[in-house]
C-alpha cells in the first residue's frame, strides 16, 4: 500500500508538473537572448586591467610575486612568510586552508591582503566564466541558448547548462553588470517578474505558524516583524543591525543553519547566536515543531517530500558519521520548503506559457532563474504582459498566506530587474 501511494504521489508531479513543463522549456531553449557581445567584449578588457592591479598590490603586500591561483604557494606566503595567523587546516591533506571562509576571517581581523585576495578572485571566476565565455556562446541568430535541467537537483529545482545561467550572482555590482548584456531587441522589452520570499512564505504555510501566516497577511517587512517578535520591541524600533540579523537567521533555519554558522555570518559569538536562535523558535513554535516533525519523519521514512509529492531520498539520515547525518538532517529542513518552491514555480511557468500562447502571442518565456522569469515583450504590451504574468504567478497556489510576484521592465535584464 505504501509503495502504491509513493508511486501514485510521484506519478502525479511526472503527469501534471514535469511532463506539461517540457515543451515549456524546449521553447524557451529555442528562443534564447539577445547579447550584447561587444558590451562584454569592453567589459573584459577593463577587468583585465583591474585584475592586472590587484596582482600588483597583492604582490606588494607579499613582497615577492608567486602563482595566486595556487593554494600551496598562497598557503606559504600568508602563513608562513608574511605570519598571518593560520585559522585552518584542510581535512585531507592538513595543508593551510585558503578558501573564502578563511580569506573573509582575515578581512574582518584586518589584513588587506585578504581583501584583495577576494576580490581577486571573484573578478577572475567571473571574467572567465561570464564575460569570457558568453560571446563565444552567441548563435548566428546573435542569441544565447542555455539548455535546462529538470532531474539534476536533487530539491526538484531546474538547473541551466552552456551556460550556466544560474550563478550569476544577483546582489554585486559585477553580476548587475552582467546582466546588462542580455538585451530585448528594437520593439521590446525584458520583462522580469518574481516572487516575493517565497520560502519564507512556504514555511508560514507548512508550519502553520500563525505569527509568521499573520505578518505576511499584514503585508509586513518580514525581516523586521521577525526582529521585533524575537526581541520584543516595537516594529518601528528595529535597528538595521537587528533587522539584518532577523533576516540572516529566517533564511539560516530553512537551510538548517547551526549557531556557529549564524555567528559567522553576524559575526558574533557562538552562545549569542544560540540565544538568538533559542528566542526565535521560543517565539515561533509552529517553526519549532515543523523542524522536530521534518526530522522524526525523515529518520523513519528515510525521505521527505513537498508539497506535491516530489520526494527526496535522504540514505544519510541515520548515518553513523556525524558529518553525514547533519548534511542530511539539514538537507531534511530545506528540501520540504525549496522543493515546494520548486515546484510552485514550475506551476507558475506552465500557466503562463499557456497564457502567453493564448492570449499575448508576441511574448514569450526567455529564462527562468530560481524564483523569477524573464520574459520578451513587445513594448506596448508590458503593462499588460506584466498584470497577467504576475496573475498566474500569485494565483498558482492555495496557501495560508499570500503568494506575492513583483514584475518590472526595461531594455535589458539588469534594468527589468530594477
Not at 176 to 195: K, N, T, W
Not at 295 to 310: F, H
Request: charged share 25%.
Amino acid at each position: 500500500m505504501r509503495r502504491e501511494l509513493e508511486a501514485g504521489s510521484l506519478a502525479r508531479v511526472y503527469a501534471e508538473i514535469e511532463a506539461p513543463l517540457v515543451p515549456v522549456l524546449l521553447r524557451m531553449e529555442e528562443a534564447g537572448i539577445l547579447l550584447d557581445a561587444g558590451y562584454l567584449q569592453q567589459m573584459s578588457v577593463e577587468l583585465g586591467v583591474e585584475i592586472a592591479n590587484l596582482e600588483e598590490e597583492i604582490y606588494k603586500q607579499a613582497g615577492e610575486r608567486f602563482n595566486l591561483n595556487s593554494p600551496q604557494q598562497l598557503g606559504t606566503v600568508l602563513f608562513e612568510k608574511m605570519g598571518l595567523p593560520a585559522i585552518k587546516r584542510t581535512q585531507k591533506t592538513k595543508s593551510y586552508s585558503t578558501g573564502a571562509e578563511t580569506l573573509e576571517e582575515l578581512g574582518r581581523r584586518g589584513y588587506p591582503i585578504a581583501q584583495l585576495l577576494l576580490r581577486y578572485r571573484e573578478l577572475t571566476k567571473l571574467k572567465s566564466t561570464y564575460v569570457d565565455a558568453l560571446p563565444q556562446l552567441v548563435g548566428p541568430d546573435g542569441r544565447v541558448h542555455t539548455r535546462y535541467n529538470q532531474a539534476v537537483a536533487a530539491t526538484g529545482r531546474l538547473s541551466s547548462t552552456d551556460p550556466n545561467l544560474q550563478n550569476i550572482p544577483v546582489r554585486t555590482e559585477l553580476g548587475q553588470r552582467i546582466r546588462r548584456a542580455f538585451i530585448a531587441p528594437p520593439g521590446h522589452v525584458l520583462l522580469v517578474a518574481d516572487y516575493s520570499q517565497i520560502e519564507l512564505r512556504l514555511l508560514a504555510h507548512i508550519a502553520e505558524e500563525k505569527a509568521l501566516i499573520d505578518a505576511f497577511a499584514a503585508g509586513q517587512d518580514i525581516n523586521r516583524a521577525t526582529a521585533a517578535v524575537v526581541l520584543g520591541v516595537a516594529p518601528e524600533l528595529v535597528t538595521a543591525e537587528q533587522r539584518r540579523a532577523a533576516k540572516t537567521i529566517n533564511f539560516g533555519i530553512l537551510y538548517g543553519m547551526s549557531a556557529y554558522g549564524l555567528s559567522q555570518e553576524l559575526g558574533i559569538s557562538t552562545k549569542e547566536a544560540d540565544r538568538f536562535i533559542a528566542a526565535y523558535l521560543g517565539r515561533y513554535p509552529g517553526v519549532k515543531s515543523y523542524m522536530d516533525e521534518t526530522l522524526a519523519s525523515a529518520e523513519k521514512e528515510g525521505k521527505v517530500e513537498t508539497l506535491y509529492g516530489r520526494v527526496r531520498w535522504l540514505p544519510d539520515i541515520r548515518s553513523k558519521n556525524y558529518g553525514l547525518r547533519e548534511s542530511a538532517r539539514r538537507m531534511a529542513i530545506n528540501a520540504r520548503i525549496q522543493g515546494t518552491a520548486a515546484d510552485v514555480l514550475k506551476l507558475a511557468m506552465i500557466a503562463v506559457d499557456r497564457r502567453l500562447r493564448d492570449e499575448q502571442p508576441g511574448a514569450r518565456l526567455l529564462l527562468t532563474v530560481h524564483d523569477e522569469l524573464v520574459l520578451e515583450v513587445p513594448e506596448e504590451q508590458a503593462e499588460a504582459v506584466a498584470q497577467m504574468v504576475k496573475a498566474e504567478m500569485e494565483g498558482v497556489a492555495d496557501l495560508k498566506v499570500p503568494l506575492v510576484a513583483d514584475a518590472g521592465w526595461g531594455k535589458s535584464w539588469y534594468e527589468a530587474k530594477g
